[in-house]
């Protein structure tokens, strides 16, 4: 379950990278690569926590809204590489109610960035588990705004620290590679 995914990326060492980790899991994760993320949360956080399938509804005008039941949030697409996230953005404003959706600060640098949706009330137990600053350290809350939300994701301060932590090797190493002949 996702929450097991997340306790278990919170128990990596700080100053070690969680990517590999979050590759290896890959199911757990919503993603911004071609749309799945819509698809994404309608074959986990919906069934699982019995919440409303969102669907897409196109206007005239080529505007673009997610649609949960009787509610609606537009998508203000760019047809840019940032509109995978603009949509999890306003599938966050959509959902936030019943699931926050959060971004995995350590897929920052890859081509397909990685978020976990979880109720509200276990992003509390989380952070009283493991203590707010560790939570929002892994798992950045996506802010209201779009603007700030984009500004937080591709802060320099994220790229730093990605450059600061080293990556996880998953497999012990042997020894040299000269050495396995």
């Known amino acids: 379950m996702q929450i ?11 100053e070690q990278d969680s990517w590999e980790f979050i590759r290896d899991n890959r199911s757990d994760f919503l993603w911004d690569e071609n749309g799945e993320a819509l698809s994404r949360w309608n074959e986990t956080s919906a069934k699982i ?10 206007g005239d005008d080529d505007s673009l809204l ?14 840019d ?3 995978d996230f603009r949509m999890i953005h306003s599938l966050a404003t ?11 600060t350590d897929s ?5 960035r990685a978020f976990v949706a979880l109720p509200p009330k276990d992003w509390e137990h989380l952070e009283a588990e493991f ?26 301060e994220l790229q730093q620290r990605s450059y600061n932590q080293q990556s996880i090797d998953p497999s012990p190493t042997k020894g040299p590679w000269w050495k396995f002949w």
């Open 4 to 14: 097991d995914t997340v306790r278990k990326m919170l128990c990596i060492p700080r």
């Open 49 to 58: 926590y019995c919440l409303g399938e969102v669907s897409t509804v196109w």
């Open 66 to 79: 997610l649609k949960q039941n009787q509610k609606f949030v537009p998508v203000p697409l760019e047809k």
């Open 81 to 83: 590489s940032l509109d």
């Open 94 to 104: 959509l959902v936030g109610a019943e699931s926050e959706i959060r971004y995995c």
């Open 108 to 112: 920052w640098h890859s081509s397909c």
């Open 131 to 156: 203590g707010r600053d560790l939570v929002t350290y892994r798992f950045l809350p996506i802010s209201a705004g779009l603007k700030d939300f984009l500004e937080e994701a591709f802060s320099d």
